[in-house]
Every structure is written in C-alpha cells, then in structure tokens.
C-alpha cells in the first residue's frame, strides 16, 4: 500500500523493537503476536471511528495553561520538555495533516534490520528483540514515514532554546523530509549548528502480525 505521507510503497516487511518487560506488550506478543494502534481499538466506538475517517479525532490528553512564575527552572524545562514536544507535533499534524497517524496512536516500527542495527549502536537499543512484522487487513491503515532523529535533535533543542523554528521542525518531519539543521545555543552560549541525522521510521494505524 502506498504511503500517506511520501509517494512509496510501504514495505511488505517491518522490523518492531519488541519490548517484553511491558506486560501488556509481552502478553500481546505471547498470546497473539499481533500488534495494533490506539485508533483500531478506539475505531469499534462509532463516534470516534467517524472522527477518524475525517480526521477530526483527538489524542492530547492536556492543553497548555497558563502558570505564573515568570523565571523556569532547568527542572521544570526537563519535566515538561518531552510532553512539549508531542503537543507541538500532534498540533502541527492536527492543523496541516489531520488523517496522518498521530504520534500518540500509532505503532512504531522500521524498515530493514539495517536501520534497526543503526538505532541500536545509536541508542543501546537490544537488537535480539527485533522481529519481523508483516501487515494484517485492515480498511482504515494508514502509514507514513518520517525521520525519527528530527524527534531525537528537538528533545536537545527544546531544553536550550525558545524554539522559533517549530514550523519548521514539524513541518519537515510530517513532509518525511530527511536531514534538518537547527542554529542553537553552544555550551559557551555562541550559536552552534545541529545537523539532526537520518533514521526513517514508520507510524502505521493499523494492525502488525508476527512474521
């Protein structure tokens, strides 16, 4: 099937991390070696299957609010950095992207055990629990493909810096764009490039059968 975002096909196999000291994960894994996203759960309500099809469905369980302490902590920039960052992509999809899968819903998974080797020198990630995933039937699949280290260069930049390239940033990762280059703060407060890097991923709504 063709891709929502890029136009390529979707590759006929994926590669999961499968993270087993999840129990919900591991009981899945064991019991039906099927995974599926948030929406195709959520799609049995008729309501929200309707709110998917057209692209009205919502997944931010918090909106921004308004807090008096004018000076932020490096503490508070930490705790709240990382639902930030979601917030602004899922906003970003929401206005310009609306039937593209939501970070919150979809399944990760990537295309080649040579991606999956690159994450894992990367990150540490355990390649012993990669396995091969292959598409179930599902009418409402969608899947588009995205650089994951844009998310990976954002978590550095949103703890140094005000952020005024967001449109940028989340318009090139919803675009597939590969590489982006951000100017921020250096360790000595001189303004520095930072080259994100490319590791392709897929957000797939819809439901992965074990190989």
Request: a negative charge.
């Amino acid at each position: 099937m063709k891709l929502i975002n890029i136009d390529e096909d979707a590759p006929d196999t994926f590669y999961i991390f499968v993270n087993q000291l999840n129990p919900i994960t591991e009981h899945n894994f064991k019991h039906t070696k099927t995974f599926s996203s948030g929406a195709v759960a959520s799609c049995m309500n008729e309501d929200f299957a309707r709110k998917f099809v057209d692209g009205t469905a919502r997944y931010l369980p918090y909106e921004p609010c308004e807090f008096d302490n004018l000076a932020v902590s490096p503490y508070c920039l930490t705790a709240i950095n990382d639902y930030r960052i979601e917030y602004d992509a899922e906003v970003y999809r929401e206005k310009h992207h609306p039937l593209y899968p939501s970070r919150l819903s979809a399944l990760y998974a990537f295309g080649s055990m040579e991606m999956c080797q690159l994450v894992s020198q990367r990150y540490g990630w355990q390649l012993d629990s990669v396995h091969k995933f292959r598409l179930k039937d599902w009418p409402l699949t969608r899947i588009a493909k995205v650089n994951m280290e844009h998310v990976s260069l954002a978590r550095h930049a949103y703890k140094v810096s005000m952020m005024q390239d967001i449109d940028r940033l989340w318009g090139g990762y919803w675009s597939g764009f590969d590489e982006i280059i951000l100017e921020l703060p250096s360790h000595d407060f001189t303004r520095k490039q930072y080259s994100s890097g490319v590791i392709w991923e897929y957000l797939i709504e819809g439901v992965v059968e074990c190989c």
